[in-house]
């Protein structure tokens, strides 16, 4: 493996858990049952919040956290000597928030625009170079003489703002659960096929919010034919359905009864993300 794809490696499982809504892990546990819920019209999905959004970092916590661990790695790569290469950020390069596409696109503009697609990806991402030294420093361990710690400089940075720097597994699996098991309640369903009955009407043919944009024709690297009118025929739906009103309700729901589950859990990945914070600003209030 060259020494760019061994940076990259080591850095994307870092990164993959920074990300909102990251690998789940293994769903498991009996189905919750959302009680009733109020439903109000939603149109925008941007900054939607949900009960588990208190428990997972924010952009503004992820940031934070990625501005401590470089502040952090400069610092040991200037004990050791060496000049620290420039590593990609650990904030994931996400166009949409966390609650954005949860229910489908949900955005009359963007669907015109560009359909399903996401219109302002940034493209290919430069290439990590590293001397043999800098490698050396980065990863550990100590090898020819210079005092590099076990796990080199990158395992003393992620030490320095309290260690994994992604989200509980716990939070992550309310998070998935949330919005798939509610697509099996009754009032999703219902909504559903309001939904789908609307597309029906212009002449598509979906079961539910999350088939569009996975239709095969619509996965290619830009707008296939026919996708900018499925798109703004499905946000048009959405909207004289509410769909995305209902499911987002029971959604939240069905998470207030799995975080109520397990609510000494939940008090301690609050206490855990507060202490990671906490370890973070003071990395950064050490800088000369």
């Known amino acids: ?49 949900l009960p588990v959004t208190a428990y997972l970092l924010s952009e503004e916590d992820l940031r934070l956290l ?30 949409v928030t966390h609650t954005e596409r949860r229910y489908g696109l949900a955005d009359p503009e963007l669907a015109a625009a560009s359909g399903y697609h996401l219109g302002d990806d940034d493209g290919e991402k430069p290439e990590l170079e590293l001397s043999a030294e800098q490698e050396l420093v980065l990863f550990g361990p100590a090898e020819d003489g210079m005092p590099v710690a076990d796990g080199g400089c990158s395992g003393e940075a992620v030490g320095a703002v309290g260690g994994d720097l992604g989200n509980p597994e716990a939070a992550q699996r309310v998070d998935v659960r949330g919005v798939t098991l ?17 597309m029906a009407a212009h002449g598509h043919d979906y079961a539910t919010p999350w088939d569009p944009p996975n239709d095969p024709r619509f996965t290619g690297p830009s707008p296939g034919p026919g996708e900018i009118d499925v798109a703004v025929d499905d946000v048009a739906c959405k909207e004289q359905t509410n769909v995305v009103g209902v499911w987002y309700a029971v959604d939240a729901a069905l998470q207030t009864v799995m975080i109520g589950r397990d609510a000494d859990v939940f008090a301690g990945i609050a206490a855990e993300r507060a202490d990671r914070l906490d370890r973070a600003r003071a990395v950064l209030a050490a800088r000369p």
């Not at 990251?22 to 009733?36: D, E, T, W």
């Not at 309640?185 to 909504?191: Q, S």
Request: proline share 14%.
């Open 1 to 49: 493996m060259s020494t760019s794809s061994r940076a990259v490696a080591a850095l994307v499982p870092l990164a993959l858990a920074m990300t909102p809504g990251g690998p789940p892990g293994k769903l498991a546990g009996a189905p919750p049952v959302a009680p009733a819920v109020t439903v109000a019209v939603v149109t925008d999905t941007t900054d939607l919040t």
């Open 66 to 95: 990625d501005e401590a661990h470089t502040v952090a790695l400069e610092r040991c790569f200037e004990r050791h000597g060496v000049a620290p290469p420039e590593l990609p950020s650990l904030v994931p390069s996400v166009p």
């Open 182 to 198: 509610a697509m099996k309640d009754p009032r999703v369903r219902e909504a559903f096929a309001a939904w789908s009955a609307c």
